[in-house]
């Protein structure tokens, strides 16, 4: 089993829609959990990062943690055009001397 | 803040030539250097991981001795990709972390290797 899991899509969504990005995890022992998004050929950006459980806003995106279920989301509001990128999940035990495990990434297409 | 450079941004080189690729730190100081290898649509492979003054830890499977790390530096790290061949065409991609900070990504290096 994969430490995490990410539905690679593509997904494809209507501009002006929410977007829903998720990832799954088996490691309880992460508390750090971080949003990348990669425009292609491009380096990943980092977009959200949250610590432990909860919800995180930032302009139209939104972050949520249950670790409970083991489960973390992005939401994307409004979505534009130039959402359209891939957005990687990534988390970590600890962010000193700890590596980060990384979903495969989910292809997301905003159309006009 | 948090902006990592990578240079060049692409290269082309003959089998068996040696090519060297830079990440720097811009804007802080770097303890911790990651590079990954990730080929087209798929995810980040982490290759090693070095910290400052130290010698790189290598994942399992990344030969050390072809791909040379080096973090001399706060700022620095290389990456040499020796005697490069051509499965060794890929977008490698260095991230730096500072203490108690997460990581942040430089925009990638193109290598394709003829």
């Known amino acids: 089993q994969k430490e995490v899991e990410q539905d690679p899509g593509p997904l494809s969504v209507p501009e002006g829609a929410i977007v829903s990005l998720n990832c799954t995890y088996s490691?309880?022992?992460?508390?750090?959990f971080m949003w990348y998004r990669q425009y292609s050929r491009k380096g990943p950006e980092l977009l959200m990062y949250?610590?432990?459980?909860g919800n995180k806003e930032d302009g139209r995106f939104t972050a949520q943690v249950d670790k409970s279920s083991k489960y973390i989301s992005l939401f994307i509001r409004d979505s534009q055009p130039s959402d359209s990128a891939t957005y990687l999940c990534?988390?970590?035990?600890?962010?000193?001397?700890?590596?980060?495990?990384f979903g495969t990434g989910t292809s997301l297409t905003v159309i006009p | 803040g948090a902006v990592v450079s990578q240079h060049p941004s692409w290269v082309i080189c003959k089998s068996g030539t040696s090519v060297k690729i830079e990440c720097r730190s811009l804007?802080?100081?770097?303890?911790?250097m990651f590079w990954y290898r990730q080929f087209p649509k798929q995810s980040l492979m982490l290759m090693a991981t070095s910290n400052e003054g130290s010698k790189a830890t290598y994942e399992q499977g990344v030969e050390k001795d072809k791909f040379l790390i080096n973090h001399a530096s706060l700022t620095l790290s290389t990456l040499t990709v020796t005697s490069a061949h051509p499965e060794d065409s890929s977008f490698y991609i260095c991230s730096a972390r500072s203490d108690r900070e997460t990581q942040y990504f430089g925009p990638g290096t193109r290598l394709l290797v003829l």
């Open positions: 490691n309880s022992a992460f508390q750090y």
């Open positions: 804007d802080f100081q770097a303890t911790t």
């Open positions: 949250t610590y432990s459980s």
């Open positions: 990534a988390m970590s035990s600890g962010l000193t001397g700890n590596q980060f495990y």
